[in-house]
C-alpha cells in the first residue's frame, strides 16, 4: 500500500500595507522640522544692521501705541533708512532719499515688532522663525496644488524650509524682509491658482490685495506678474494651443502690473524713481525671485510627467 503524502496547510500571508500618514501630521512635522532647524537662533541677540535698525532708529522706537501711529505718515512718505538722516540732521540729505528702499510695510511691522518685544531678542528671533514658517506653508500648499503630489510637496518645501539659502533671513533679525515678502507673495500666487481653478473672483481680488502689501515690503514683489504668466504659458491649459494659452498670460498679469502702478506712484511721490530707478541685478535681493522661480520650475517639470 503506497503512503499518502501528507500536505501542510498553505498560509495567506497578507499584503503589508504601506502607512499613510494624515495630511495634517505631514505639515506639522514639516513644521516642526522647520522649527527645530532654526531653533538655536533664539539664542542670539541684535546683530550687524539690527543695533542700528532697531536699536538706535526713532522711528521703530516708540513707547507707547499712539506714539508709534503719530509716526505713520513719516513711515509711508520716506524711504526705509530715514532715520539715519534724523539723526544726522544734515539738511542736504533731506530733499533726497539715502537709499533706494521704499518699505513702509517692512518698517510698520518693525514698528509692532517694537511694541510687542522691545529691546528683548528672544522675541525678534522667534517671530522671524514663525514668519519662515508661515512662508514654508504656502510652499506646501503651492506644490501641492500644481502637482497633485503629497509626496513631491512634502519634499520640496522641507528643502525649502531647511536650505541654506534661508539661514541668513532667519537667523539674522533685520533679515527677516525676505520671509515677510514671503508670507504675502506666495499666498497671493496660491490664491490665484485657486482662482484660476475655481473661478471665484474674492480670490482674485485676495490675491491681488496680498500682492499689494508685497509690493510695499520689498521691491522684487514686482517681478510676480512674470510668474503668473509663466503659469498660464506652461503650467495650466497644457492641451490647448499656444496662442489660446498666450491670451491668458497676457491678461491676467496685468491686473498685477495695475497694482504695481500704485507701488510706483507711491514710490515717485517720495522722489525714489528719479534717483534710484528699480534695478535688478544678480545680488542677495533677488535671491527670493530666483528661489522662488526655481521651486516654480521643477513644480513645473514634475507636474508634466505626472501627466
Known amino acids: 500500500m ?9 498560509t495567506f500571508e497578507r499584503p ?36 542700528t535698525f532697531i536699536l538706535q532708529n526713532q522711528i521703530v522706537q516708540s513707547s507707547s501705541l499712539k506714539e508709534a501711529v503719530s509716526k505713520l505718515p513719516v513711515v509711508l512718505t520716506t524711504e526705509l533708512w530715514f532715520y539715519r538722516v534724523m ?23 518693525h514698528m509692532i515688532c517694537w511694541q510687542l518685544f522691545q529691546a528683548n531678542p528672544l522675541g525678534w528671533h522667534l517671530l ?34 531647511i536650505h541654506p539659502l534661508r539661514t541668513e533671513s532667519v537667523a539674522w533679525i533685520c533679515g527677516v524682509s525676505d520671509p515677510f515678502l514671503a508670507i504675502f507673495m506666495l499666498p497671493s500666487f496660491y490664491l490665484y491658482v485657486r482662482y484660476r481653478d475655481e473661478g471665484r473672483t474674492s ?18 514683489a514686482v517681478a510676480l506678474p512674470l510668474f503668473i504668466g509663466a503659469y498660464e504659458l506652461f503650467i495650466v491649459n497644457q492641451d490647448k494651443p499656444f496662442r489660446d494659452r498666450l491670451k491668458p498670460a ?3 498679469p496685468l491686473y498685477f502690473l495695475l497694482v504695481s502702478a500704485i507701488y510706483f506712484v507711491a514710490r515717485n511721490s517720495v522722489s525714489f524713481w528719479f534717483h534710484y530707478p528699480i534695478v535688478l541685478t544678480p545680488s542677495r535681493e533677488i535671491s527670493f525671485p530666483f528661489l522662488f522661480s526655481c521651486l516654480v520650475t521643477g513644480v513645473m517639470v514634475v507636474s508634466h510627467q505626472h501627466l
Open 16 to 51: 503589508v500595507e504601506p502607512i499613510k500618514i494624515q495630511r495634517g501630521w505631514i505639515i506639522g512635522l514639516i513644521l516642526g522640522v522647520t522649527f527645530l532647524t532654526f531653533a538655536n537662533t533664539l539664542n542670539n541677540g541684535f546683530a550687524y544692521d539690527d543695533q
Open 87 to 109: 539723526q544726522d540732521k544734515d539738511p542736504n540729505k533731506d530733499n533726497a532719499p539715502t537709499t533706494p528702499y521704499y518699505r513702509p510695510t517692512f518698517s510698520i511691522f
Open 128 to 161: 522671524n522663525i514663525l514668519v519662515h514658517m508661515l512662508a514654508v506653508y504656502f510652499v506646501f500648499l503651492i506644490v501641492e496644488r500644481l502637482s497633485k503630489d503629497l509626496k513631491l510637496a512634502t519634499i520640496t518645501s522641507v528643502l525649502f524650509a
Open 203 to 220: 480670490l482674485l481680488v485676495g490675491a491681488l490685495g496680498l500682492f499689494l502689501f508685497a509690493a510695499f515690503t520689498k521691491e522684487p
Open 2 to 10: 503506497s503512503k499518502k503524502k501528507r500536505t501542510s496547510p498553505k
Open 250 to 252: 497676457i491678461t491676467y
